[in-house]
């Protein structure tokens, strides 16, 4: 039984929400980043960008108080507002592909993650939900909502496109030229109604979003154990999510680059993979394969195929029948010698429906010498590993849709 509720969002004006809004800044190049805060004084940037103002890098405990002390400042001069009462968040985004996505903004509960109501398929880092843990309570907000995927429900869908049929309170295209809506849904009905779906849920998965998740459950137990009146009710004991079903899910490959053969002639290496795989060489042809277990190649200027040879491999778990493990326990580690894939400087990660042009350009410059394509990771295997408490490699899935940050904003 998932526990989703309404909550009070301080969020953006509606004249001001398209400068407000940001992508998360890890994303931007320095040009842009030093752009964006030169021209825009709403971005939200400024805020999780303190030390902009005063030309100097700030990390740790200072850079997490003049965070807040930003976020303050956007309260004080109007640009964020406070909704009076709970409301979920109809948040709408159709991309320049023309996908289109619909889910709702809530709270979720930090004990439905605890007791695997709320299920995860990737690891996490101990250091970096300590690190956030510390942000976030030094802050006291959240600003970027977890993305659970649920199964698809019909009441929850109608209830979403009739509120869809009124005026969006926000409406505004990004420079990627997506396009974002959000309602606000008050009606207490409605809001019964919404609740009342979720509670018949069992299980919703993570998404995207698994360190932010870990580190609000970890600061719900900090607060707790520093509250003598704690009921469980408090905010702390949730974190800002966007649900959406599961068919609205789109997950997209990431593809692998490594820099060199770890010493073997091109020879060598493909009839090391010939015991593995058929190999088909494919010339210049920009070849992307379609069916699980089937992988691309880009190797000294021509692309390959790869098909792996059953006979010779064994399924014992979800996991192993995963391509981007059957890459890694196949060739990146056996054979190129990768065995940490998440922090091994020789392995790099892309993804994109051009990716394929991306990867032939990287190894004809000579930055890496050998790149493979693979096949997008379904839902039905996401939520597979996730039920079977499996983890999938690091950099297995990109997944859509990806939020602006400051739209709606946690407080806790």
């Known amino acids: 039984m998932a526990k989703i509720i309404p909550f009070k969002a301080v969020r ?69 507002i406070q909704d009076k009462d709970p409301c979920y968040y109809i948040y709408k985004i159709v991309n320049r592909d023309g996908n289109s996505f619909s889910g709702i903004i809530a709270a979720a509960s930090t004990e439905d993650y605890k007791n695997d109501v709320i299920k995860k398929h990737e690891d996490t880092i101990e250091y970096r939900e300590n690190i ?55 009606d207490a009905k409605l809001i019964d109604k919404i609740r009342h779906e979720f509670e018949k849920i069992s299980t919703i998965y993570i998404a995207d979003g698994h360190h932010r998740s870990a580190s609000s459950c970890l600061l719900s137990e900090d607060l707790k154990s520093e509250n003598d009146q704690h009921t469980g009710t408090e905010a702390y004991n949730y974190f800002m999510s966007y649900l959406i079903p599961e068919s609205e899910l789109k997950i997209h490959e990431f593809n692998r680059l490594v820099k060199d053969l770890n010493g073997l002639t091109k020879e060598a290496f493909l009839i090391q993979l010939d015991a593995i795989f058929r190999i088909e060489k494919r010339g ?60 091994n400087t020789r392995i790099s990660y892309s993804y994109g429906k051009n ?11 000579g930055e890496f010498a050998v790149g493979f394509g693979l096949v997008p990771i379904t839902v039905d295997e996401l939520k597979a590993i996730a039920n079977n408490h499996l983890t999938m490699p690091p950099k297995s899935t990109f997944i859509e849709p990806k939020l602006r940050s400051g739209v709606t904003i946690y407080e806790f």
Do not use: C
Not at 139 to 166: H, R, W
Not at 355 to 365: E, N, P, W
């Open 12 to 80: 953006p004006t509606r004249d001001k929400v398209g400068l407000v809004a940001s992508r998360s800044y890890q994303s931007y190049s320095k040009a842009e980043l030093k752009a964006r805060l030169e021209y825009n004084p709403f971005s939200f940037l400024h805020i999780v960008n303190p030390g902009y103002k005063y030309d100097k890098n700030i990390h740790g405990k200072e850079r997490f108080n003049l965070v807040k002390n930003r976020y303050l400042e956007f309260k004080e001069d109007a640009i964020f």
């Open 132 to 186: 956030f843990k510390d942000y976030l309570k030094t802050v006291g907000f959240n600003a970027e909502p977890v993305l659970l995927t649920y199964p698809d429900n019909t009441t929850i869908k109608t209830v979403i496109s009739e509120v869809q049929k009124e005026r969006a309170e926000y409406e505004f295209t990004t420079h990627f030229r997506d396009t974002h809506y959000l309602w606000l849904l008050k």
């Open 284 to 343: 210049e042809e920009l070849y992307k394969p379609t069916h699980k277990h089937h992988f691309s190649m880009y190797l000294d200027g021509d692309f390959y195929s790869l098909f792996l040879r059953k006979t010779n491999h064994q399924f014992n778990t979800v996991l192993d029948a995963l391509d981007t493990q059957i890459l890694h326990k196949t060739v990146l580690e056996p054979i190129l010698g990768i065995t940490d894939v998440r922090n």
């Open 355 to 365: 990716d394929l042009v991306t990867i032939k350009s990287k190894v004809d410059s």
